[in-house]
């Protein structure tokens, strides 16, 4: 048969001379080199572990420390360890052996390698202290103390040079525990605009006694497991909040990216989707080669743990709970051939993910031996999963709203059955060469995907680019092997039927709006000297109030990377000053009064940020208490009323983290729209935002066709009001101060 005789390495024939061996000198070649690309690899893994290990310190700065040392023991006739190894080496047996001169060399070789080692020590643990000091997040915008420069100066100096992408794991400090006094009364002033005074008053009774008896014990587990654990929320947040989910994680939980809003680069499918993937294998190989520069905040660095599983990795479905597995598979990138890159993605098999509980039995029952394991091996340890949809999606001026609508829903869950939501993330291209991204989020959070999203939307039409009929660059890899279809051998079964549907419901459900708002950006908003983000999420509170005449509890997701394995945080934006300034719009109070009650409630918005931000955040350490208590077998009143209260306004900003990737001013259309998610409560809204340099901001909101308080296009014109609203405030002040 023709594939076994192309499977044989060679072959042989028995004639009357002999036996005659014939080599298949291209299989030979292609095994050598698989071998040493693999050998390369762990090489280069080898070489990262050690560099990783001894940072601030490097292997140059040890041979500088040796051969100062040297020199100084012989050519200035000083002994740096005042003749202490001399001595001890008359009692080794080996000084008999050895000349004295070479006694003191072996002897400066230990002890430059001692002192480098304890300078290394220093400077790490130095870096670690300087990097547990969170006071610089609460300069005022614009401002620096003294002491926060001074601050900065020596975090640079201890910093080290050229880190690499884990350098500063070691040095990044703990997350802490807040103490149970601080999250309970942030807890009820957060609450406390949300409840009339009968209900307030109640709850406060409940916080007290908690506060009192049953908290103080949970908290001491929690302290304990904060000294052990890298982290005490993350593998919890991970397990519970994820993995143990038992709802579809389509829409509920997967996220999107969006490509360039104004430009497609080309129409070709297959070309966009060779620039792209070979775009992500080179972030892939730097990946590998821990070469990405460390994302930092203000020069202080952030943890790169989420890092590590961006690829190879899939959600694999249990009974009780689900898990993350990530795998390691080499693959070959010829820089000549950026379509090469293809043959490391999944193949485009289709997968609907109804609840965990019928997909975990039906992967014991269906895909647990023959053809369907290995297939389903196949697309699990593939590097990330590649969808070719068939849909034509596009931004289109002459149609602005249904198109994006269309755009962002067919990114968010497409037909149900033509992604792979269990990848650690999906590269959908479209049939007119538009594309997007599909991320499963147990593994990492937003700004991981966005960060490597960003490199490919920065490779694809400028460094790579395409010809002029719009296909890639480059000439294919001679020696490519050619796709494989993957055999699947799966009965009619009543639980794949019943899931597609459950899935098409839950689709048909969302719906999906997006506004590119370029009325005005953060340019305008911050010649108002007010914080851009604060002043988008006072207006989603007035927009929120217009739209359904009440407030509700709101979650705005931060990070809390300036901790080791740090995820997320929740910052409660419905404040009682952003009520007081709601209020008073609504009113139509006089500009002099509502300014400053914007600026005041801007203001605290900021201060809450930065205390999520910073470890002292309510949400993580209550969800935490929560549990501790449930393993415990302690039942508390208080905490399951806290974690049992629905997030209405679901939001969070998408951050563009490398700008220079990105020249804004010149080209403008060459920029990402953000992304979105689904909506997180039956009843209320999902709302994400990206901020586009001066002038434009993407908004992307999702809700339930089901719900008949919500409507996304009727909160969408909310939100573009209450931003216009927001800013002629300043505009009619400053028209009264110039008369």
Same mark, same amino acid.
């Given at each position: ?5 192309? *499977?044989?390495?060679? #072959? ?66 000083? /002994? ?16 008999? %052996? ?5 006694? @003191? ?8 390698? &001692? ?50 992408? %884990?350098?500063? #794991?070691?040095?990044?400090? @703990? ?59 993350? /593998? ?37 989707? &060779? ?7 080179? %972030?892939? !190989? ?55 890159? *293809? ?21 014991? #029952? ?10 389903? $091996? ?10 070719? $949809? /068939? ?53 990492? $959070? ?54 597609? =549907? ?44 217009? /739209? ?18 740090? !995820? ?32 005041? *409630?801007?203001?605290?918005? #900021? ?8 470890? =002292?955040?309510?949400? @993580?350490?209550?969800?935490?208490? %929560? ?47 953000? &992304? ?16 586009? &340099? ?19 296009? !009727? ?19 400053? =028209?009264?101060?110039?008369?």
């Amino acid at each position: 048969m023709a594939e076994a005789h192309q *499977a044989v390495a060679f #072959q042989f024939t028995v004639t009357p001379d002999g036996i005659d061996l014939q080599l298949c000198h291209e299989a030979l070649r292609q095994v050598y080199l698989s071998g040493l690309h693999s050998w390369k690899k762990r090489f280069i893994r080898f070489k990262n572990g050690v560099m990783t290990g001894v940072y601030p310190g490097s292997p140059s700065g040890l041979l500088v420390v040796l051969v100062g040392y040297m020199s100084t023991t012989k050519y200035a006739k000083i /002994d740096p360890s005042l003749g202490m190894f001399t001595k001890l080496s008359k009692h080794l047996p080996i000084s008999k %052996y050895v000349t004295e001169e070479g006694q @003191r060399i072996v002897g400066g070789v230990l002890i430059g390698t &001692g002192l480098w080692i304890a300078v290394t020590f220093v400077m790490r643990n130095v870096l670690k202290y300087l990097l547990s000091w969170h006071s610089w997040m609460f300069n005022r915008h614009g401002s620096l103390s003294l002491k926060t420069k001074l601050w900065l100066m020596l975090v640079k100096v201890f910093s080290g040079p050229k880190p690499m992408l %884990y350098s500063f #794991q070691n040095s990044i400090p @703990r997350l802490p525990v807040p103490p149970i006094k601080d999250t309970v009364r942030r807890y009820l002033e957060s609450v406390h605009p949300l409840m009339d005074d009968e209900q307030y008053k109640r709850m406060e009774g409940l916080a007290k006694d908690f506060e009192k008896n049953l908290g103080p014990k949970l908290q001491w587990y929690l302290k304990l497991k904060s000294w052990w654990a890298s982290n005490y929320v993350s /593998d919890w947040w991970e397990e519970y909040i994820y993995l143990r989910g038992r709802g579809p994680i389509m829409v509920n939980s997967n996220y999107y990216a969006m490509d360039f809003l104004y430009v497609i680069p080309t129409t070709r499918q297959a070309a966009r989707a &060779g620039n792209s993937i070979h775009a992500i294998m080179m %972030y892939r !190989r730097k990946l590998d080669r821990a070469q990405i520069k460390p994302v930092s905040l203000n020069r202080v660095p952030l943890c790169s743990a989420q890092w590590e599983r961006m690829f190879n990795t899939s959600r694999i479905p249990g009974l009780e709970t689900g898990k993350s597995r990530g795998l390691s598979v080499p693959t070959r990138t010829p820089s000549s051939a950026p379509a090469a890159a *293809a043959s490391a993605s999944a193949s485009g098999q289709q997968h609907s993910r109804q609840e965990n509980n019928p997909w975990a039995k039906a992967r014991s #029952q269906f895909f647990s031996q023959g053809k369907n394991k290995q297939s389903l $091996d196949s697309v699990e340890k593939a590097a990330f999963f590649v969808t070719l $949809d /068939d849909t034509e999606q596009r931004y289109d001026p002459e149609n602005s709203v249904q198109s994006l609508d269309s755009y962002g829903k067919s990114l968010l869950h497409g037909k149900c059955y033509d992604r792979w939501f269990d990848k650690s993330f999906n590269l959908i291209v479209f049939k007119n060469g538009t594309m997007g991204l599909n991320a499963e989020h147990s593994w990492a $959070d937003a700004p991981i995907v966005g960060h490597l999203w960003e490199h490919v939307l920065s490779s694809d039409p400028v460094r790579l680019g395409y010809t002029e009929d719009g296909h890639c660059k480059g000439n294919p890899h001679p020696n490519l092997p050619g796709p494989q279809r993957l055999q699947w051998d799966i009965p009619e079964e009543a639980v794949i039927n019943s899931s597609l =549907k459950v899935a098409k419901a839950l689709a048909d459900d969302v719906d999906m709006h997006i506004i590119p708002f370029n009325d005005f950006g953060k340019g305008l908003i911050k010649k108002c000297k007010t914080s851009p983000d604060g002043f988008i999420q006072i207006a989603l509170q007035l927009a929120h109030f217009r /739209d359904k005449g009440k407030f509700c509890l709101t979650y705005e997701a931060s990070m809390t990377r300036l901790f080791r394995e740090g !995820r997320t945080e929740t910052v409660r934006s419905c404040t009682t000053q952003t009520c007081d300034f709601v209020r008073a719009m609504m009113n139509d109070k006089q500009v002099c009064l509502l300014i400053p009650l914007l600026k005041v *409630a801007a203001e605290k918005h #900021q201060d809450l940020y930065r205390l999520a931000m910073t470890g =002292k955040g309510i949400d @993580r350490h209550l969800f935490c208490l %929560y549990l501790v208590s449930k393993y415990l077998g302690e039942d508390s009143a208080f905490l399951k009323e806290v974690l049992s209260e629905p997030w209405r306004l679901s939001t969070s900003q998408t951050p563009l983290q490398q700008v220079d990737l990105f020249d804004l001013k010149r080209h403008p259309e060459y920029v990402t729209s953000g &992304g979105g998610f689904g909506p997180v409560a039956d009843d209320g809204y999902g709302v994400s935002y990206i901020i586009l &340099g001066e002038d434009l901001i993407n908004f992307h909101i999702s809700s339930k066709h089901s719900s008949p308080e919500t409507d996304s296009h !009727r909160f969408g014109s909310n939100i573009r009001q209450a931003m216009l609203d927001m800013l002629d405030l300043f505009q009619f002040d400053n =028209k009264a101060s110039n008369k």
